[in-house]
Structures are given as structure tokens and as C-alpha cells.
T-cell receptor
Framework: GESVGLHLPTLSVQEGDNSIINCAYSNSASDYFIWYKQESGKGPQFIIDIRSNMDKRQGQRVTVLLNKTVKHLSLQIAATQPGDSAVYFC????????????FGSGTRLQVQP | GAVVSQHPSWVICKSGTSVKIECRSLDFQATTMFWYRQFPKQSLMLMATSNEGSKATYEQGVEKDKFLINHASLTLSTLTVTSAHPEDSSFYICSATGELAHNGQYFGPGTRLTVT
């Protein structure tokens, strides 16, 4: 059933500012990481991915940074827009075989107009 | 490309009844489909992995006799919640992967199940 008292951390930014969303992952053997955006009542939407042999990857308005030493992942969104308001999850994949995703706890991004 | 659909998008059922949720890959062949459950304000939790033509692999703590998964074709997987109870009320999301360019999964839009 529903767990009581769990709240997503929230990042509130002004429209036009840059946003940085952080994620700590747990498995040092993870070799592939993905950031997803989830709007209310919808499934996760792929934003950007990065392999463990890289430390930075850029997309359109988004950049993912990977620090394997401290097992930290970040998503940077440039010129944040109201449409960026959503919950953002990092996810990791490790090992071979079925390649299931392990999701982080998520961060809610609120963009103030 | 790589569109995944789910049906229904929401369902309300009475306690004790069974509900079937469908997950379809519309424009690619999904050799593997995953089923997740998401409670309000929480992250997605993997329930099971479904490979076409074989039995699903369930995560620890997920009752396989309660959550029946069938992956009979490369484009369709179904999740049946048997003898549903109010605590099964949740957002159920499927994802699919196959011969795609990367290891990522494409997610369906989710199904909101409410058990009264």
C-alpha cells in the first residue's frame, strides 16, 4: 500500500535559470545511466543517457555529468522553462542479462514563471 | 518510433475481482518487457521481467500467483492482478526493450488501478 510520509525533494527555480538535479547511485558495477522525466499521471520519458566510460554528455538544453568516484550523477537543464516542471528520476543498469533499471527516488522540479 | 501503449489507462474495480492490463509495443518487437509499480510520491519499483515465450522473473516480495504476467508475442505483455485488494491500488507502468539502438527502455503511459 501507500507509504505515509514520503515526500519527493523539490527544486524550485525561476524560468530562464539553469537547473541542476542530483542523484546518488548505489551500485559501483552499474555501467549505464539514464535520466527520465515524469509528468503527473504519465509514464517516464527518456531525456538523456550516459555510459560509464564517459563523464559528460550533452543533449539539447540538457547535460548529464557522471562522477564514478563518488557514484554521483547530475542533470543540468539550461534556460529552464515551465514545461520542464515534472519529477526527474535517474536510473541505472548493471550487469548483463535482463538489464533491468533501478530507479532513484526522484526530484520534483518546479519552474516559477 | 518506439511507442509503447497500455490499456486501460485507468480502471476501478471491486475488491476480490481480477484486472488485466495490456502493454503493447506498437512499432518494434519487444523481446523483453518490464512491469513496474509506482505509489504516490514514490519512485518506480520493478515487479517483474517478462521475456517473450518464457516465464516471467519476479522481484523479491512480488507474489507471482497474484500478479500474473503473460508475454505471448513480441508486441504484447499482460499483467493480471488477481483477487485485487485496496492495497493493490497503484500506478502500473510497463516498459519494453528489444533490438534498439541503446540499452534504454521505452515506457508506456501507465495504468491507474483503484480497488474499492
Amino acid at each position: 500500500g501507500e507509504s505515509v510520509g514520503l515526500h519527493l525533494p523539490t527544486l524550485s527555480v525561476q524560468e530562464g535559470d539553469n537547473s541542476i538535479i542530483n542523484c546518488a547511485y548505489s551500485n559501483s558495477a552499474s555501467d549505464y545511466f539514464i535520466w527520465y522525466k515524469q509528468e503527473s499521471g504519465k509514464g517516464p520519458q527518456f531525456i538523456i543517457d550516459i555510459r560509464s566510460n564517459m563523464d559528460k554528455r550533452q543533449g539539447q538544453r540538457v547535460t548529464v555529468l557522471l562522477n564514478k568516484t563518488v557514484k554521483h550523477l547530475s542533470l543540468q537543464i539550461a534556460a529552464t522553462q515551465p514545461g520542464d516542471s515534472a519529477v526527474y528520476f535517474c536510473a541505472e543498469i548493471s550487469g548483463t542479462g535482463r538489464r533491468a533499471l533501478t530507479f532513484g527516488s526522484g526530484t520534483r522540479l518546479q519552474v516559477q514563471p | 518510433g518506439a511507442v509503447v501503449s497500455q490499456h486501460p489507462s485507468w480502471v476501478i474495480c471491486k475488491s476480490g475481482t481480477s484486472v488485466k492490463i495490456e502493454c503493447r509495443s506498437l512499432d518494434f518487437q519487444a523481446t523483453t518487457m518490464f512491469w513496474y509499480r509506482q505509489f504516490p510520491k514514490q519512485s518506480l519499483m520493478l515487479m517483474a521481467t517478462s521475456n517473450e515465450g518464457s516465464k516471467a522473473t519476479y522481484e523479491q516480495g512480488v507474489e507471482k500467483d497474484k500478479f500474473l504476467i503473460n508475454h505471448a508475442s513480441l508486441t504484447l505483455s499482460t499483467l493480471t492482478v488477481t483477487s485485487a485488494h485496496p492495497e493493490d491500488s497503484s500506478f502500473y507502468i510497463c516498459s519494453a526493450t528489444g533490438e534498439l539502438a541503446h540499452n534504454g527502455q521505452y515506457f508506456g503511459p501507465g495504468t491507474r488501478l483503484t480497488v474499492t
